[in-house]
């Protein structure tokens, strides 16, 4: 497994403005995943994130909303901008492990 | 259909009792499976993955695989209220690439 940190852990903004949620893995990993989990649902997939290569976005989803970095192995950022209410959930990290992914604590985001 | 599907419970039993998860997913080509526990509050835990057909065991938990079903299961023993949390189905459609699917989860309640 892997141990991951997330920052930060919670936070409320503002409709139109930006925040960035920082993930860091206590090993180097190839593969590094976004997800958002909205209140009293299940977890969907935003985009995957390489090292050394653009992140790859699901349906959706794109970048200019979540841009994403990756600038090695072991940190990513997801950027949620020009936020809305809609924006409001809680969004993970996670890394590949194998074939196994384990997840970061994760980010609550309100938006007001 | 969903690419993965669980019954959303809530799934109650008794302390002590067989607890009895299923899931039902869509790609007959998938070949990697995963049951994730999450409390409320927290973040998705990684309890079990399971790639061939039959059971696989860790501690009170069985995970059980049926390829031409295209179903996939978790048996816990002798429930403990500790184990009240939404258990989520995870699948990796298809091959190779890690992209796992969500169900949208069973919640469980162990009553005392």
């Known amino acids: 497994s892997a141990v991951i940190s997330q920052k930060p852990s919670r936070d409320i903004c503002q409709r139109g403005t930006s925040l960035t949620i920082q993930c860091q893995v206590d090993?180097?990993?190839?593969?590094m995943f976004w997800y958002r989990q909205q209140p009293g649902q299940s977890l969907t997939l935003i985009a995957t994130?390489?090292?050394?290569?653009?992140?790859?976005?699901e349906s959706g989803f794109v970048i200019d909303k979540f841009p994403i970095s990756r600038p090695n192995l072991t940190f990513s950022t997801l950027t949620v901008s020009n936020m809305s209410p809609e924006d409001s959930s809680i969004y993970l990290c996670?890394?590949?492990?194998?074939?196994?992914?384990?997840f970061g604590p994760g980010t609550r985001l309100t938006v007001t | 259909q969903k690419e993965v599907e669980q019954n959303s419970g809530p799934l109650s039993v008794p302390e002590g009792a067989i607890a009895s998860l299923n899931c039902t997913y869509s790609?007959?080509?998938?070949?990697?499976f995963f049951w994730y526990r999450q409390y409320s509050g927290k973040s998705p835990e990684l309890i079990m993955s399971?790639?061939?057909?039959g059971d696989k065991e860790d501690g009170r938990f069985t995970a059980q695989l049926n390829k031409a079903s295209q179903y996939v299961s978790l048996l816990i023993r002798d429930s403990q209220p500790s184990d009240s949390a939404t258990y989520l189905c995870?699948?990796?459609?298809?091959?190779?690439?890690?992209?796992?699917?969500f169900g949208t989860g069973t919640r469980l309640l162990v009553s005392p």
């Open positions: 399971i790639y061939s057909n």
């Open positions: 996670s890394v590949g492990v194998d074939y196994e992914q384990y």
């Open positions: 995870a699948v990796i459609l298809g091959t190779g690439f890690q992209k796992l699917v």
């Open positions: 090993s180097q990993v190839t593969m």
């Open positions: 994130a390489n090292q050394g290569s653009e992140a790859t976005y």
């Open positions: 790609d007959r080509g998938s070949q990697s």
